[in-house]
């Protein structure tokens, strides 16, 4: 079974600080999915970025950033320069490869971001 | 704008009441779920109908009643609701298999508040 864990229950910054989002996932499959969503007090589920299991490398979009490394099993998630408008829910999820409906998430990490 | 229309964005009925809460989607997937999120919790999975047929019910009361009418609609019936029922249902598509780069597209949600 796949298990997702997100130590960080709430984090609360000042507006311009860097902060980022631990995400340490558990898995026997060798293929597999890593996912970070959004969720705003809006409720709607945000995507933010999907990673393969095959793919280490990586990425940066704007302002956000993501460090995969299978070696510790984790799937880190940097906001720099926060604003109070990435004041929000997040989960990191997975998926095992080849199972489509199942979606694994960690119970989320609470970021406020203060003016 | 989101991809996956839920209606209605908020709902309010008593023990006793029959609704429904629909969800809609016009990018092709042929996958839909049904998801449940108590308040500080991630979502919890209850359905997925693959090519309109329940595939998946992960063991939920039968006050809870899914239908998937045809490929774009998905529709959640509920009766005799428990107030422990109270929590944002969440619909989300995707591909069969999750081949796309983001899997999912979540809704924004219904929230459902039993008196």
């Known amino acids: 079974a796949q298990k997702v864990t997100q130590a960080q229950t709430e984090i609360s910054v000042v507006e311009k600080e860097d902060v980022t989002l631990d995400c340490v996932y558990e898995?026997?499959?060798?293929?597999?999915?890593l996912f970070w969503y959004k969720q705003p007090p809006s409720g709607e589920l945000v995507f933010l970025i999907r990673r393969n299991s095959f793919d280490e490398q990586n990425e940066i979009s704007g302002r956000y950033s993501w460090n995969f490394q299978k070696s510790t099993s984790s799937f880190n998630f940097t906001i720099t320069a926060s604003q109070v408008v990435d004041s929000a829910v997040y989960f990191c999820a997975t998926l095992k490869g080849g199972s489509n409906y199942k979606l694994t998430f960690g119970k989320g990490t609470l970021l406020t971001v203060n003016p | 704008d989101t991809e996956v229309t839920q209606t209605p964005k908020h709902l309010v009925m008593g023990m006793t009441n029959k609704k429904s809460l629909k969800c809609e989607q016009h990018?092709?997937?042929?996958?839909m779920y049904w998801y449940k999120q108590k308040a500080k919790k991630p979502p919890e999975l209850m359905f997925v109908?693959?090519?309109?047929?329940?595939?998946i019910n992960e063991s939920v009361p039968s006050r809870f009643s899914p239908e998937c009418p045809n490929s774009s609609l998905l529709n959640l019936h509920l009766h005799a609701l428990q107030p422990e029922d109270s929590a944002l249902y969440l619909c989300?598509?995707?591909?069969?298999?999750?081949?796309?780069?983001?899997?999912?597209?979540f809704g924004s949600g219904t929230r459902l508040t039993v008196v």
């Open positions: 898995t026997r499959d060798t293929t597999y999915y």
């Open positions: 990018m092709g997937h042929r996958a």
């Open positions: 989300a598509s995707s591909q069969v298999v999750v081949t796309g780069y983001r899997g999912y597209t």
């Open positions: 109908y693959s090519y309109e047929k329940l595939s």
